[in-house]
């Protein structure tokens, strides 16, 4: 496509000429003849103007440039629509690979790709354009509905419901049990886990995150939430849109979380909580108590940012006048 195309896909303003030809979209340190690469302050331009790039994705307000410019009010969102325009997925003819074990009982959609070792079991139903691959294993009754992509070494323990365009990557587990026991004296017995796990529209699970089902109400995973690699989610979590939720992250049972929140790596909350819509979660931070819409918070246990800031200032300096004194 030529430049001038793209910067009208994008709504951008073109400097420079925009008869040029792209023909890929690269960084700025590989980007060569053709490519399009995105620079967003003064430094990466510089680099993108020493660069083979044709043209530089850019915002309004950075100075000229010798390279072609295209200029938007947000460059990482535009570089992401050009990319998915020239990356669009092919649709896969229908395939069931002759290692893996499909029952007959299996509803299934059209164009859907099953890859080696994959073992689907009875009761199942499955949507239009689903890929499945290698090693993964559906268990009974679950369901998984249309444009969704299942990695290699995924695990649907039963009755898993996945809404459309779900994206599980390698080494997932969905529906296990969650850790619900009773203690009686010195017995330990454990609690039946009677729900299932609903994971919502055009949600993305990272690798090796598991998500227990509920014990007698499900688990939800709300639409459009991203979920990183290595996360706990416990059961009876009910998890609201937009969440982004970070690497190494734990939600402990039956807590619930608004729309739009954001956990920081490493970061976990206790279980039969509420954290309201906005909320911010800062890296390493555990929460045990409530938060209202619209709160930031750090650190152990959780505090509203600016307060945990001048604590930590306050306990330097503390330590600080120790030495001195010693």
């Not at 023909?23 to 980007?31: F, H, Q, R």
């Not at 009773?182 to 990272?206: A, H, S």
């Not at 416990?234 to 998890?239: E, Q, R, S």
């Amino acid at each position: 496509m030529k430049i001038k195309e793209l910067a009208h896909l994008i709504e951008g303003l073109v400097e420079g000429s925009g008869d040029i030809d792209i023909n890929g979209l690269s960084g700025i340190e590989k980007a060569k003849l053709g490519d399009l690469t995105f620079a967003i302050d003064e430094t990466k331009l510089a680099e993108a103007e020493h660069s083979n790039a044709s043209c530089v994705l850019t915002n309004k307000t950075i100075r000229k440039s010798s390279k072609t410019l295209i200029r938007v009010t947000n460059p990482k969102l535009s570089f992401l629509i050009i990319y998915n325009t020239f990356n669009t997925p092919k649709d896969r003819e229908s395939f069931i690979h002759p290692m893996a074990t499909v029952s007959d009982s299996v509803n299934m959609g059209k164009n859907v790709w099953i890859g080696s070792s994959v073992s689907i079991e009875e009761g199942v139903k499955i949507g239009d354009r689903v890929i499945i691959e290698s090693n993964s294993s559906i268990k009974k009754n679950c369901e998984i509905d249309s444009f969704c992509h299942i990695y290699p070494n995924v695990t649907l323990y039963e009755n898993t419901k996945l809404q459309k365009n779900v994206t599980l990557h390698s080494g997932v587990v969905i529906g296990s049990d969650g850790f619900g026991y009773v203690k009686d004296k010195d017995k330990i017995y454990k609690f039946p886990q009677l729900g299932r796990v609903i994971v919502e529209n055009n949600v993305e699970i990272g690798s090796n995150t598991t998500i227990d089902r509920g014990s007698l109400s499900d688990t939800v995973i709300g639409a459009g939430t991203k979920i990183d690699n290595l996360c706990q989610i416990a059961h009876n979590v009910k998890m609201g849109k937009n969440c982004l939720i970070a690497a190494q992250c734990g939600i402990s049972g039956s807590t619930t979380l608004g729309d739009n929140v954001t956990m920081g790596g490493q970061s976990g909350i206790a279980d039969n909580l509420t954290i309201g819509d906005n909320v911010i979660i800062a890296a390493k931070t555990g929460v045990i108590g409530n938060l209202k819409s619209g709160a930031t918070v750090l650190g152990f246990p959780a505090r509203p940012i600016a307060q945990a800031k001048r604590q930590m200032a306050i306990l330097a300096r503390l330590s600080k006048d120790s030495r001195k004194r010693d």
